[in-house]
C-alpha cells in the first residue's frame, strides 16, 4: 500500500465508539489497485453485482418514465443529471459483497439484499436521508431557476425543452447556473458519503462521525480524491446513454472499487 497515516490519536476520554478513525494520504496508485480489486470483485459475482446494477437501471427508467407520465418533460435533464447522487446508497450492497469476498465470507442473494434492512438499528438510515435531501435540494433549486430565468418560455414537449435551454441566452444562462450549483452539490456529497457509506457498513460509528472521517479524506488527499470523483461522474453519465443499460457493469465495478479504496483511505482498527 502507497498510504501513509495522518491526523493526531483520539484522546482518551472517547470510547472505541466515539474516536475518531485515522485516516490516510491516499494516492494515484491507490486508486489503480482499488480499480483492479473492483473488478476481480464484479468478476468473482458477475451475476449478483449485475442484478444490483441492473436494479438501479431500471429505478433510473422508471423515474425518466414517470416525469413523462405526470407531463414533467422539463424535469428530465435534472432528474438524470442528478440521478448518480444517490449511488452511494444504491452500492450499499455491493459494499457488503466486497466485504464478505474479502474476508471469505460466504453469503448469498439474501445476505446482499437484506443488507440495508439489517442496518436498521445503525446509522445508515441517517445517511440515506442526506443523500435523499441533497437530491432533493438539487431537484428543487433546478425548478427555482427555471421559473427565474426561464418564466416566460413555452415548451410542451421535450424538445422544446431542449431548444429553449441550448439555443436560447436565457437557456444558457440557466445551464450555466444550474451547472454551477449541481457541480457544488456532487462535490458536497461525495465528500461526507465516499468514505462514510462504508464506513458505517464496516464499523459500529455515528454517522456523523463517519461523515467527518470522510471529509478528513478528502481534505488529506484532494487532488486525488477529486480527480476519482470526476471519473465516477463522467463513467456515470457515460452510462446512462443507451438507456442506463451500462450501469449495469459500472455501477457495481464503481461500488466495489469504492469499498477497497475506503479501506485504503481509513486503517483498521486497533486491537
Known amino acids: 500500500m502507497t498510504s501513509k497515516t495522518a491526523g493526531s490519536t483520539p484522546p482518551d476520554h472517547l470510547t472505541p465508539q466515539q474516536a475518531m478513525p485515522k485516516v490516510n ?3 494515484a496508485a491507490d486508486i489503480a489497485a ?4 473492483g473488478v476481480s470483485d ?4 458477475p451475476v449478483m453485482s449485475g442484478f444490483l446494477g441492473l436494479f438501479y437501471a431500471v429505478f433510473g427508467l422508471l423515474l425518466v418514465w414517470s416525469l413523462i407520465w405526470f407531463n414533467m418533460i422539463w424535469m428530465i435533464i435534472p432528474a438524470v443529471v442528478g440521478f448518480p447522487l444517490v449511488a452511494p446508497f444504491a452500492a450499499a450492497g455491493l459494499y457488503e459483497m466486497s466485504r464478505r469476498l ?10 446482499i439484499l437484506t443488507v440495508m434492512a439489517d442496518q436498521r438499528n445503525r446509522e445508515m438510515g441517517w445517511m440515506a436521508f442526506v443523500t435523499l ?7 428543487y433549486q433546478v425548478r427555482l431557476w427555471l421559473a427565474i430565468i426561464l418564466q416566460d418560455a413555452s415548451f410542451s414537449d421535450f424538445d422544446g425543452f431542449l431548444n429553449t435551454v441550448l439555443y436560447t441566452p436565457d437557456g444558457w444562462t440557466f445551464l450555466a447556473i444550474g451547472t454551477g450549483v449541481g457541480a457544488f452539490l ?7 458519503t465516499v468514505i462514510a457509506m462504508p464506513l458505517l457498513l464496516d464499523r459500529e460509528t455515528n454517522f456523523v462521525s463517519a461523515m467527518l472521517t470522510s471529509i478528513r479524506v478528502v481534505a488529506e488527499s484532494p ?7 470526476a471519473i465516477i461522474s463522467v463513467t456515470m453519465v457515460v452510462s446512462m446513454v443507451p438507456a442506463f443499460l451500462g450501469l ?22 486497533e486491537g
Not at 435531501?133 to 431537484?139: A, E, G, K, P, T
Not at 456532487?186 to 461526507?192: E, G, I, N, R, Y
Open 133 to 139: 435531501f441533497i437530491f432533493w435540494v438539487w431537484m
Open 34 to 37: 482499488a480499480l483492479k480489486a
Open 25 to 27: 494520504t491516499v494516492t
Open 248 to 269: 449495469i457493469v459500472t455501477l457495481p465495478i464503481l461500488g466495489h472499487t469504492t469499498w477497497h479504496l475506503y479501506q485504503r483511505a481509513v486503517p483498521p482498527e
Open 223 to 229: 487532488f486525488v480524491m477529486l480527480t476519482w470523483a
Open 102 to 111: 474479502q474476508t471469505g465470507e460466504q453469503f448469498g442473494w439474501s445476505d
Open 42 to 45: 464484479f468478476l468473482a459475482r
Open 186 to 192: 456532487s462535490a458536497a456529497l461525495f465528500t461526507v
